[in-house]
């Protein structure tokens, strides 16, 4: 089993910058792709960014594209993601997911934190 954590969730302002991080632990051995996803009040869960175990691999949403950076630090097993320029469609709740690939299909992951709440004001 995996636990995950995620932190750094707030309220900002449009245009500035949150970094959120994600904190794992059990079973890590497992982990081969570990993403963000969020989801805003009524809508769907979606996916953000990804990143394979080795950061080598990389993979974004179209949406935050050139604004979002999804990095890791394997030593302290944890995942981060920088998010600037941020705009009021930014809102949701961020969840960080773990699974034994790098992919945006949420069906790839099987292990979830739950969430740190994003709230941008315009």
């Known amino acids: 089993q995996v636990q995950l954590v995620e932190s750094g969730g707030g309220l900002v302002q449009a245009g500035g910058s949150l970094r959120l991080s994600c904190t794992a632990s059990g079973s890590t051995f497992e982990i081969n792709g570990i993403a963000w996803y969020r989801q805003a009040p009524g809508e769907q869960r979606e996916f953000v960014a990804a990143i394979s175990r080795g950061g080598g691999i990389t993979n974004y949403a179209d949406s935050v594209k050139g604004r979002f950076t999804v990095s890791g630090d394997r030593s302290k097993k944890t995942l981060f993601l920088q998010m600037n320029n941020l705009a009021p469609e930014d809102t949701a709740r961020y969840y960080c997911?773990?699974?034994?690939?790098?992919?945006?299909?949420?069906?790839?992951?099987?292990?979830w934190g739950v969430g740190t709440q994003v709230t941008v004001s315009s």
């Open positions: 997911a773990t699974g034994s690939l790098v992919a945006r299909a949420r069906s790839s992951y099987g292990h």
